[in-house]
């Protein structure tokens, strides 16, 4: 049997060619850099380049830019300091410490300096930037463009870690994939996600964010950016064509989230005879870090609006999804108990799910317990682009991390999680491996009781304030419709995974399980 690209997509651990670096000093040691124009919240643009050493010393420059494409530098802000790798996170990677000990801003035209220096003064007057002054004119006095550095208090204010870029909360998770694809070794770096809204310093990611790449051959923009320094920062150029989000897309490597890990297969078809353009999109939803043991998959199809250019970020595409149909495969026992425990009416006919069953949940018009609804409308933002390898990678929009539901074109995302790869670029047609991911606890080993607790009758029960969608409620824009990414965020594409406390509680319970009986 040869390879699709869906069967890709379920069976990830296996073909991803990705093995997992334990981490030490020795490890994360070089110089890591950026593969393409990064477009965090705001949006904001960035081009980031690590130097870690042996020494537990690092140092990071984020160059920041005004387009899409990288091209127009505004400022490079440069930080410097030491780090610790701790022990193996829950996401797969391991948690690192890493403290700034100083910070360094080198504005790279006069309106960025006026910008930064106004920025400062009103929210982080702490941040030691230099007074601007005026002539009689009434003309601001320019001096010379050079670095000033900023004390530590820059960090302490929302406002001028999101103007500056610095987000430390992002190195308190940490993984290294190491890629062997077609005989070539390239290791990729991983830090954790940036939030999409206000957070407190505190913040722990639930995902990682772009990875880095270390110095390579196989990349130019990565050997550009190996040899360019705060002053001296490099412009990428718009790309001669546009490229067509038509055809298949899968992930390349399992995608932690909240609470649970996943894989996606992504497919546009061609407009058909009467000009509609559908869509099809399958989350497999796993209980391991390896995306081995998987718990449900979920498949979500409908049409799209015609492509329109962003004009906000350089090269995508805002779109807007038409959900008209789900279906929902448990492959969890205890999934599958929870679905059956549903109102009748709220989530597909309750008596007929199973293990192993698709059911859809079109005649009752969504799930309640994934916060499904049909029909429904979700606004987002595309971006493919060419790879070094001449591959392309599609970016979708980051989810909300406040679970704002994507329900009108204002709350579009303006970030990008994890890119999606162009199915033949990856799919050889190979032979399907031999062994599949497991639909199955494992039997477990007879382990020591680490705690004894009683779980109560109406655990699997409907929440007694909770009430079923409704015609009005569905209509109405407020209503929370549920998540697309299925990270338990609401945000972009078709909103239909958000995750309730109980099917959280049970991925953890039983994720918990089998790492005992695996130990």
């Known amino acids: 049997m040869r390879t699709t690209c869906e069967n890709y997509a379920r069976s990830i651990y296996r073909h991803s060619h990705k093995e997992r670096v334990d981490l ?4 994360i040691t070089g110089i890591w850099t950026s593969s393409s124009c990064e477009a965090y919240s705001g949006p904001q643009f ?3 380049k690590y130097v870690i050493g042996q020494d537990g010393k690092w140092s990071a420059n984020y160059y920041h830019y005004k387009d899409g494409w990288c091209s127009q530098p505004i400022f490079t802000v440069t930080m410097k300091g030491v780090f610790k790798i701790g022990g193996k996170n829950a996401l797969g990677g391991h948690n690192g410490d890493f403290t700034a000990k100083s910070f360094l801003l080198t504005p790279h035209n006069e ?6 220096i106004k920025t400062s003064k009103q929210y982080c007057p702490r941040a030691n930037l230099p007074t601007l002054q005026k002539n009689i004119k009434g003309e601001f006095i320019i001096p010379n463009l050079t670095n000033f550095t900023m004390r530590k208090d820059v960090y302490r204010n929302y406002v001028c870690r999101k103007t500056f870029g610095i987000h430390l909360y992002t190195h308190k998770i940490i993984k290294v994939l190491r890629d062997k694809h077609n005989g070539n070794i390239n290791d990729k770096l991983y830090f954790g996600e940036t939030p999409t809204v206000q957070t407190r310093r505190s913040y722990l990611p639930s995902s990682y964010h772009f ?3 270390r110095s390579s051959s196989h990349c130019r923009i990565c050997r550009r950016l190996e040899s360019a320094t705060a002053s001296d920062v490099i412009r990428l150029s718009q790309p001669k064509k546009e490229l067509s989000i038509e055809g298949e897309w899968i992930s390349s490597t399992c995608q932690p989230v909240t609470e649970t890990f996943m894989s996606r297969y992504f ?3 061609p407009p058909d005879v009467k000009g509609q353009r559908r869509w099809k999109l399958v989350y497999y939803f796993f209980l391991d870090s390896a995306c081995n043991v998987l718990s449900y998959k979920i498949l979500a199809r409908g049409t799209h609006t015609t492509l329109q250019k962003s004009k906000t970020i350089a090269g995508a595409y805002d779109v807007a999804f038409n959900l008209t149909d789900t279906e929902i495969t448990p492959y969890e026992k205890l999934i599958a108990e929870m679905l059956r425990t549903e109102p009748d009416g709220t989530c597909g006919v309750t008596s007929k799910w199973r293990t192993g069953v698709t059911q859809s949940v079109k005649n009752t018009k969504g799930c309640r317990l994934f916060r499904i609804s049909i029909p429904s409308v979700e606004y987002d933002v595309l971006k493919p682009i060419q790879i070094d390898n001449g591959g392309v990678e599609l970016f979708t929009g980051q989810s909300s991390t406040d679970h704002i539901v994507a329900s009108s074109p204002d709350k579009r995302a303006s970030s990008f999680q994890l890119p999606l790869r162009r199915c033949k670029d990856l799919v050889t047609g190979d032979e399907e491996p031999k ?5 199955r606890t494992p039997k477990t080993r007879k382990i020591k009781t680490i705690a004894a607790f009683t779980i109560p009758k109406d655990f699997f029960k409907t929440n007694p304030q909770s009430k079923p969608i409704t015609d009005k ?3 109405n824009p407020n209503t929370v419709q549920g998540d697309a ?3 338990g965020k609401s945000g972009s594409l078709p909103q239909m995974g958000h995750w309730n406390s109980h099917v959280v509680a049970i991925c953890a319970l039983v994720g918990l399980l089998l790492i005992q009986g695996r130990g």
């Not at 309106?111 to 930064?116: R, S």
């Not at 062994?435 to 639909?439: A, G, I, L, N």
């Open 267 to 269: 497919k546009f078809s």
């Open 24 to 27: 030490n000093r020795r490890e």
């Open 473 to 475: 409620d569905r209509n």
């Open 435 to 439: 062994e599949k991911p497991t639909v």
């Open 46 to 48: 960035i081009l980031r």
């Open 211 to 213: 990875p880095l790449s």
């Open 111 to 116: 309106k960025a300096f006026i910008d930064l």
């Open 485 to 487: 990414h299925g990270n």
